[in-house]
């Protein structure tokens, strides 16, 4: 919804009647509206759930907290008084629900959280004090994505990509697109891109113009890849001098074209001061989807009917949105990369792009291979890469053992010379002293009579 038409909630009615307002749980805390006496509490919200396992985000209903309870009853009668009507039991409110909300880090991705960690300096997460300690299945997932993106060695050691990456604030998958961006000279329109998906979906649909909503979404599609339709969308804009009436006239949300124009500012100064040259690739759209596939090729899916994929990794049935522009074509492409799944009525993929199959083997070797004809010369090819994969890891565990041995042994070392040193400069009071008189000190004079 437009912020026009949320701002409504504020205005009074013209002829004085009564007004009633739906709203999310945004409005226990965010939001003041004068004049509100009764509040209607179902006890639900919905709650964004991250699943290690197949790496979705799920909007769940979850029962609320007894805080949020007590903020939304807050809600009533702020500029007077008023009434709460809860939709459940006392007994509930009392032995169901949790006294607070469970804390996003325990629900949440920690991919960029395990990268800045690590970017301080912080060897062993498992062990790291948190405050609240989120599930380790949930550390070890984000681990393993950082070291599949190329941030972390086989030691769990920051890498210089993923030091690179650690200097932008964002997914750690959008910062390996940028850094790759960069190497194949199409960084300027992967900024647009990464400043996208950094804001919500720029798009609006009213429930009463959808058609015209969709009509003009179509104009901006491009076939093969939703990232490539932000992009459009951008430059679009752009070429129309940023101006908020085209934007309402195409459906689309002046207010978030403005904060991913801010967002891509940022993120061009953070690359000019990383000396990263910022360079355009024209219209060679091939390139930068190329580029896209580099940050996302661990959420690869294959087709497996009309608008159904498969993840090929997990094995995941997923689901083309009916919003996405690859939605409807006259063809499915075989293979997609796609931003993040989303579980409503279905798992849906958010943000796709369609890909060639070897730029999966090329760009993401550590799951995938291309499978040739001479069956036996790809098993053995597969075997070679197994064994000098393991010989790598063996070399780069020696090797930091060897840098850790080492430093040990610089620290002793070093200990071992102050220790000496501020022996050495200790004066104890009342020890005799050898040798000839002190420096400084005037020779005592014999009187004969």
């Keep these: 919804m437009p912020a026009d038409l949320q701002a409504k909630i504020f205005e009074p009615t013209e002829d004085g009647r009564r007004k009633v307002i739906v709203a999310t749980n945004i409005a ?70 949790f006294p607070n909300n469970i804390p996003e880090i325990q629900r949440t991705n920690l991919a960029n959280t395990v990268l800045l960690l690590k970017s301080l300096g912080v060897k062993n997460l498992l062990e790291f004090d948190f405050m609240d ?57 992967m900024l647009t891109i990464v400043s996208m998906l950094s804001v919500p979906s720029v798009f609006y649909r009213p429930k009463e113009r959808q058609e015209e909503a969709d009509a003009a979404r179509e104009k901006f599609s491009v076939n093969e890849s939703d990232h490539l339709t932000l992009l459009n969308v951008f430059n679009q804009w752009k070429g129309h001098g940023h101006s908020d009436h085209w934007c309402m006239k195409h459906f689309l949300h002046p207010k978030l074209l403005r904060k991913a124009r801010e967002v891509r500012v940022q993120l061009e100064d953070i690359m000019k001061f990383q000396k990263m040259s910022i360079i355009s690739a024209g219209t060679d759209y091939d390139i930068v989807r190329k580029a896209i596939c580099s940050g996302y090729f661990h959420q690869a899916a294959r087709v497996k009917g009309i608008g159904e994929f498969v993840n090929i990794r997990t094995g995941l049935p997923t689901h083309l949105h009916p919003t996405s522009a690859l939605y409807g074509l006259g063809y499915t492409p075989s293979y997609v990369i796609y ?66 041995e080492t430093s040990k042994k610089k620290a002793i070392a070093e200990q071992q010379k102050t220790s000496s040193s501020s022996l050495g400069r200790i004066a104890v009071p009342g020890t005799p002293r050898t040798g000839g008189p002190r420096a400084g000190q005037t020779p005592r004079r014999r009187l004969g009579i």
């Design 28 to 97: 226990e805390t965010s939001l003041t509206v004068d004049g509100i006496l009764y509040v209607v509490d179902a006890g639900y919200s919905k709650l964004k759930v991250y699943n290690p396992k197949v790496g979705m985000d799920a909007l769940q209903i979850t029962p609320i907290s007894q805080a949020n309870a007590n903020q939304r009853t807050g809600r009533a009668g702020r500029t007077g008084p008023g009434f709460c009507y809860r939709l459940y039991t006392e007994s509930a409110y009392r032995n169901d629900m």
């Design 133 to 189: 300690p989120p599930p380790q299945a949930n550390i070890l997932n984000s681990m393993y994505q950082l070291w599949v993106l190329g941030a972390l060695d086989n030691v769990g050691d920051l890498t210089p990509v993923g030091r690179k990456m650690s200097e932008f604030p964002m997914e750690p998958s959008m910062a390996k697109m940028l850094i790759t961006s960069v190497e194949y000279k199409c960084s300027a329109e």
């Design 339 to 404: 931003h993040e799944l989303i579980m409503t009525s279905k798992e849906y993929m958010t943000q796709v792009t369609a890909i060639d199959a070897y730029w999966l083997a090329e760009l993401g070797g550590v799951f995938y291979s291309v499978k040739e004809k001479t069956f036996e010369d790809s098993r053995s090819t597969k075997r070679r890469t197994d064994r000098e994969f393991s010989q790598k890891a063996q070399l780069e565990m020696e090797m930091a053992k060897q840098r850790e």
